[in-house]
């Protein structure tokens, strides 16, 4: 298994250009997040979905898109990018948020620049 | 709001013990867990506790008051690969995880 896997590794923007980050589990999850970890801050939850075609606002939302089509896919879309978007992205997953399932495993994150 | 709060960063010394602790106040409990992070690299799962108590993993032991909202973190016979950024997260009322700021361990030889 090849766990939770990030597309790009590292990507610069320039103010106003949009990309996707591109995230993948191979574990079977139902759950699957999107995170974003600024120096100094704990992790803050962007998105997170409980099922494909399921998705629901985090703690920052704003600036953000997703969409969850299959089990496996988690998208994170960023339009009109902006400086305070500089961070690392982190997606993650979980089989569920119950029961023992609760674990979330990391995939190893995009770091992304705007400027 | 919600919050949770650990030490910023903490030095040991090569085969010692190192505590962390770790308070919250959150909306709920439904388990305390901790994360390993080195730098550059995504977070690792550590232990999970649900109950008050003590769990014990090899080097690591994590343990649980939820009358007082605390947690600590043990770690025996410290090694040099451990120094890394510890995380305490809560998972509240909606089954979301509430994250600290996060220990940086410095391990000196």
């Known amino acids: 298994n090849a766990g939770v896997t990030q597309t790009p590794k590292f990507r610069i923007l320039k103010i106003g250009q949009s990309m996707t980050l591109q995230c993948t589990q191979d574990?079977?999850?139902?759950?699957m997040y999107w995170y974003r970890q600024d120096p100094g801050m704990g992790l803050k939850l962007i998105y997170y979905?409980?099922?494909?075609?399921?998705?629901d606002k985090g703690e920052v939302p704003n600036g953000y898109n997703v969409s969850r089509s299959t089990t496996e896919d988690f998208p994170l879309r960023l339009e009109l990018a902006a400086p305070s978007q500089t961070s690392v992205y982190f997606c993650?997953?979980?089989?569920?948020?119950?029961?023992?399932?609760?674990?979330?495993?990391f995939g190893p994150g995009t770091r992304l620049l705007v400027l | 709001g919600q919050n949770i709060d650990q030490p910023t960063e903490m030095t040991a010394t090569e085969g010692a013990i190192v505590q962390i602790n770790c308070t919250y106040q959150?909306?709920?409990?439904?388990?305390l867990f901790w994360y390993q992070q080195h730098a550059g690299e995504a977070p690792t799962f550590l232990s999970y506790?649900?109950l008050d108590g003590l769990e014990e993993k090899g080097r690591f032991s994590s343990f649980l008051s939820r009358s007082k909202g605390y947690s600590y973190l043990l770690l025996k016979e410290l090694q040099m690969k451990d120094s890394a950024s510890y995380l305490c997260?809560?998972?509240?009322?909606?089954?979301?995880?509430?994250w600290g700021a996060g220990t940086k361990l410095i391990i000196k030889p």
């Open positions: 993650a997953s979980s089989y569920s948020t119950g029961e023992g399932g609760e674990t979330q495993y």
């Open positions: 574990m079977n999850h139902n759950y």
């Open positions: 979905s409980v099922g494909a075609g399921i998705t």
């Open positions: 959150t909306s709920g409990f439904n388990g």
């Open positions: 506790n649900v």
């Open positions: 997260a809560v998972l509240d009322s909606n089954y979301q995880l509430i």
